[in-house]
């Protein structure tokens, strides 16, 4: 059964850097035709794109995140992980880790089950 | 960037009751629109893919429809556990988007 796992922490100061892993088990993210990637959620925004990363490293970022973004992958640790630098507090919500069929068009069909980032001093 | 709008925003259903929510895409995106379910304090649930596409251990009286621009996700003879938000999503083109939600009330 695969599960997905966020971790970090859940406050970060404004203008520094949100860090994130997420742990996959139950398959292993070298596995090919899956991306693995990042949405979040705000009452304000509601769902947004974040971006994706296949088990080459491989990239994939939202337009308005992209210069403060950075998603990578840890195949030796069967994590990927999410750096957003610079944040305000509209970098406030819950981050979801997910998987996806590196296919056109596929859906989301794994989500994690989000953790809490609250940006404030 | 494809813009999805839902609609309504908002809906309060009597069990039993068949409803209807529409999904419409800013340009088309062929079939690459799914569906979630989500319920408080819950991640979303994938309920239809490919726009019609029904899943393994989804209740048959969901189901979806459309092409193109225009998207339903129907739910036939609501039952109270239904009660949740509904998102469309499209992954036809980066950046992938959402629609803002539908949130089903139960009366």
């Known amino acids: 059964q695969l599960q997905l796992q966020e971790s970090g922490p859940g406050l970060v100061k404004p203008s520094e850097t949100l860090s994130l892993t997420c742990t996959v088990s139950?398959?292993?993210?070298?596995?090919?035709?899956?991306?693995w990637g990042w949405i979040r959620q705000t009452p304000g925004k509601g769902l947004e794109w974040i971006g994706n990363?296949?088990?080459?490293?491989?990239?994939n970022h939202s337009p308005s995140l992209k210069s403060r973004l950075t998603i990578s992958v840890d195949t030796s640790k069967n994590q990927f992980s999410l750096r957003v630098t610079s944040v305000t507090a509209e970098d406030t919500a819950v981050y979801y880790c997910?998987?996806?069929?590196?296919?056109?068009?596929?859906?989301?069909?794994?989500w994690g089950q989000g953790t809490l980032v609250t940006v404030a001093s | 960037e494809i813009v999805l709008t839902q609609s309504p925003d908002f809906q309060s259903v009597t069990p039993k009751e068949k409803v209807t929510i529409a999904c419409r895409a800013s340009?088309?995106?062929?079939?690459?629109l799914h569906w979630y379910q989500q319920k408080p304090n819950q991640s979303p649930k994938l309920l239809i893919r490919?726009?019609?596409q029904s899943l393994s251990g989804v209740p048959s009286r969901f189901s979806g429809s459309g092409s193109g621009t225009d998207f339903t996700l129907t739910i036939n003879g609501l039952e109270a556990e239904d009660a949740a938000t509904y998102y469309c999503?499209?992954?036809?083109?980066?950046?992938?988007?959402f629609g803002q939600g539908t949130k089903l009330g139960i009366k």
């Open positions: 340009q088309s995106i062929g079939y690459a």
């Open positions: 990363v296949y088990y080459t490293g491989s990239t």
């Open positions: 139950g398959t292993s993210i070298s596995r090919t035709n899956y991306y």
């Open positions: 999503h499209q992954s036809s083109s980066l950046p992938h988007t």
């Open positions: 490919y726009a019609s």
């Open positions: 997910t998987r996806q069929l590196a296919v056109p068009g596929s859906p989301v069909e794994y």
